[in-house]
């Protein structure tokens, strides 16, 4: 029978949309695609709509879905008429395929998707197209078919978040007036699925102490409805993390920069000016001179292990870098001394800058009429208008200086 050969498909240009700014600020964003039916003939729809809608779990899923909104619906195919702004493609014999273009925009305030062991914001979308004639076509006369897609945010590239987000992280705390951290990066970005590379200082302020381990850590904070719809609880946990001890015996004493301490499986390597000084029958090496620690951390892909950012939502969730030290003080006590930095967790950008045409590059633009060139003369100079005082004697325009963002990081230093 025919029906049982027809195939209906969404095809997604992108299957993740990212919405740039705030929820207040952000601009719509647009799905495209294409809506494929696989049949051996050409056939023709009384409708044909898309729809995203939150996506559903499973009720034998523990997780919790927070559906927030009504369905957001693109209508193709109305009374057997396309819409204007749809393009269909013909049957194509060969390969038995039919096709319809379609584009859809999404409001800039929709949630982020969520996928957390307890709580999910999750969509999906579904095009559902009914033929024309049903006793001839398919059962019930309808066909139907969905796709996942998520929904990301990125800040946008005025705003003063973007303006920290892209500074260097720099973050520095004195320990008992002993040992002076320091934790460096690049960046306060970091993408999922990739290794963000961080640098530790330790410097002694104080003698007698000694390092026995240091390292790396990630550590995600979320808050919101996680385990109940009218209640709002928080939760923090460790989604990456590189630690590695030094020894002296570990110590290559031969490179010409300095003794230097690695471990390929923890991603985490030592480094020192001078060799320290060996102390025996004690574990780990003297703090006296800066230990430089490299660090690369492995970020998990997102929605398995880690979560974006999300500032405003139902789910909360925000990020920091942990520099982490197990110091051995005068007295033989342990102290695990950790110096923490807010981080940004981040999808990469899948759209490049605008490149937008002047105005007389278009062919739909003519130029009615032109003003006289002003001439930076001595005597068009005194002609200038009140508002023109910001040329100075070489003509030139001084322009007012942008806006400067004032932030506040906290590093909080502690042992335990």
């Known amino acids: 029978m025919l029906f049982n050969k027809s195939k209906l498909e969404v095809i997604l240009d992108s299957s993740d949309v990212v919405l740039y700014g705030s929820p207040r600020e952000a601009r719509f964003a647009e799905i495209s695609g294409r809506v494929v039916l696989t049949t051996k003939l050409a056939q023709s729809a009384s409708s044909l709509i898309v729809r995203l809608r939150p996506k559903y779990q499973n009720s034998f899923n523990p997780v919790l879905s927070i559906l927030w909104m009504s369905d957001i619906t693109y209508t193709i195919i109305k009374d057997g008429r396309i819409d204007d702004a749809s393009v269909e493609i013909p049957h194509d014999s060969s390969t038995g395929q039919q096709q319809w273009r379609f584009a859809m925009a999404i409001p800039g305030n929709i949630f982020e998707t969520v996928y957390t062991p307890n709580v999910s914001i999750a969509y999906e979308l579904v095009a559902e197209m009914r033929a024309t004639s049903v006793s001839r076509w398919v059962p019930f006369g309808k066909l139907a078919h969905s796709v996942p897609i998520c929904i990301k945010r990125l800040p946008a590239s005025d705003s003063a978040w973007a303006t920290i987000a892209n500074e260097p992280m720099y973050a520095s705390a004195v320990w008992r007036n002993s040992v002076e951290m320091t934790a460096i990066a690049g960046s306060r970005v970091m993408h999922d699925a990739q290794s963000f590379e961080v640098t530790g200082v330790v410097r002694p302020l104080h003698k007698g102490m000694r390092l026995l381990c240091a390292g790396f850590e990630i550590r995600e904070s979320l808050e919101g409805n996680l385990r109940c719809p009218t209640q709002e609880t928080s939760q923090r946990s460790t989604v990456a993390k590189c630690l590695c001890e030094i020894t002296t015996a570990s110590l290559d004493p031969a490179r010409s920069s300095g003794p230097v301490s690695s471990d390929a499986s923890s991603g985490v390597r030592f480094k020192m000016e001078y060799p320290p000084a060996s102390i025996p029958h004690?574990?780990?090496?003297?703090?006296?001179?800066?230990?430089?620690?490299?660090?690369?951390?492995?970020?998990?892909?997102?929605?398995?292990?880690?979560?974006y950012d999300i500032a405003t939502g139902p789910i909360r969730v925000s990020h920091e870098l942990v520099f982490s030290a197990s110091i051995v003080d005068e007295h033989g006590q342990v102290h695990n001394v950790r110096l923490s930095s807010g981080i940004y967790v981040l999808p990469k950008p899948?759209?490049?800058?605008?490149?937008l045409p002047r105005y007389e590059h278009s062919d739909k633009d003519i130029l009615?009429?032109?003003?006289?060139?002003?001439?930076?003369?001595?005597?068009?100079?005194?002609?200038?208008?009140?508002?023109?005082?910001?040329?100075?004697?070489?003509?030139?325009?001084?322009?007012?200086?942008?806006?400067?963002?004032?932030?506040?990081?906290t590093t909080a230093i502690s042992s335990s």
Not at 372 to 396: E, F, K, M, N, Y
């Open 282 to 307: 004690r574990t780990g090496v003297a703090i006296d001179q800066e230990i430089q620690v490299f660090g690369a951390v492995n970020v998990p892909r997102a929605y398995t292990e880690i979560q």
């Open 368 to 409: 009615l009429a032109a003003g006289r060139r002003w001439s930076l003369g001595s005597s068009a100079v005194a002609c200038l208008p009140s508002w023109a005082g910001s040329i100075d004697a070489q003509h030139t325009c001084q322009d007012s200086p942008p806006p400067a963002y004032s932030y506040a990081i």
């Open 350 to 355: 899948t759209q490049a800058p605008l490149d």
